[in-house]
């Protein structure tokens, strides 16, 4: 792998500044040296070729990497199932995708979403039972000692929301004032929230953990203690279950129901009652941030037949009801999102040398 750039690299302050600027907003004020690095055209925009950014995306079921170039553009990818072995064996795989997508590269910057609440003050991983053995670790830390370069590290979710708003619908014209809130629903349910290109984190960095809302599950029950109210009734194990409940016959996972023909009973009235709590998560949300604009990702949320029945069900309560879009960059949020997060924290660290 090539050499990354170290953020201070012998560049001036004002160059280290100019080349922030750049990796935020793909363009600054022109300057010959380091259009001279290779960094910037003589013009003063961001050349997408100066170098490469990774980002993984850590899931309840599958890891994804990718690499891409500083305008966002994938030039590789990989994927494996989430190793059984907890924390440390998914770190080992984060390692092993960055040094084989890194090969022969110059990885300026990563970024690395995983399936928790990150405290910002601590980089402490918090409500992360899939990856046993890392709660209660600086995992920005962790990862930039393994890893050798500046890395960002957040909540998988918040990741995808980042990188739907860098590279998926936040391209498309939105209404001002409000956050892009970005809503998976597979394994569980969770939301991140990107407004300008800024996670909106929260204090304690558990902004978006809509699976504690109040809705669906008792509160106050002990399953909700531990996975919240809403995600004890609309995860996919929770559905599976509902289906079999309702009289439905047929073996195997939630995602394999789905690939079966029209024209059963039992999923179509599952989904409906789906629609209902996402439509009345959905508007809990808006009555207290009032995003821009709702995504859906996830095995789940990505569904266009749930995302009908949603859409529905606001008709019937909300006087004007959300924007709400299935993702543009599907499985590939979180990554790119990861990788977006990279070059934010690249750039904060070549201001930091300033």
């Not at 995302?307 to 599907?330: D, F, N, Q």
Request: proline share 7%; with cysteine; charged share 20%.
């Amino acid at each position: 792998m090539d050499q990354p750039l170290s953020p201070a690299g012998g560049l001036t302050p004002r160059q280290r500044r100019r080349l922030a600027t750049a990796l935020r907003h793909g363009t600054t004020e022109p300057d010959a040296g380091l259009a001279e690095r290779g960094w910037l055209t003589p013009a003063g925009a961001l050349r997408a070729d100066a170098g490469c950014l990774f980002g993984c995306d850590v899931g309840g079921t599958k890891i994804q990497s990718v690499v891409i170039a500083l305008d966002g553009t994938i030039l590789a990818e990989q994927r494996d199932p989430t190793p059984a072995g907890g924390g440390e064996a998914a770190l080992a795989c984060v390692e092993a995708h960055f040094r084989t997508l890194g090969a022969g590269r110059a990885i300026r910057a990563a970024g690395i979403g995983l399936p928790g609440a990150l405290r910002p003050d601590t980089g402490h991983l918090e409500r992360a039972p899939n990856l046993g053995g890392l709660a209660g670790r600086d995992m920005r830390r962790l990862f930039a000692g393994r890893l050798g370069l500046p890395v960002a590290v957040e909540n998988d979710v918040s990741l995808a929301a980042l990188g739907e708003s860098w590279r998926g619908h936040g391209n498309c014209p939105l209404p001002p004032g409000g956050p892009l809130a970005f809503v998976a629903l597979g394994t569980g349910i969770g939301m991140g929230l990107a407004q300008e290109g800024r996670l909106m984190r929260g204090a304690r960095g558990t902004a978006g953990e809509i699976a504690f809302l109040p809705l669906g599950g008792d509160p106050f029950g002990p399953a909700a203690k531990e996975c919240g109210a809403l995600e004890s009734v609309v995860s996919g194990r929770a559905l599976a279950e509902e289906y079999r409940r309702r009289g439905g016959r047929r073996p195997g996972s939630l995602r394999e129901l789905f690939r079966a023909p029209e024209g059963d009973a039992e999923l179509a009235a599952v989904m409906d009652r789906l629609a209902e709590r996402v439509a009345l998560a959905v508007l809990s949300i808006d009555a207290v941030i009032n995003p821009a604009l709702f995504v859906f990702g996830g095995g789940i949320g990505s569904r266009p037949e749930l995302l009908t029945r949603v859409r529905e069900r606001l008709e019937l309560c909300c006087p004007e009801p959300p924007p709400c879009r299935i993702s543009a960059l599907g499985n590939r949020a979180g990554g790119i999102g990861a990788a977006r997060a990279g070059a934010l924290a690249l750039a904060d660290a070549l201001e930091e040398a300033a």
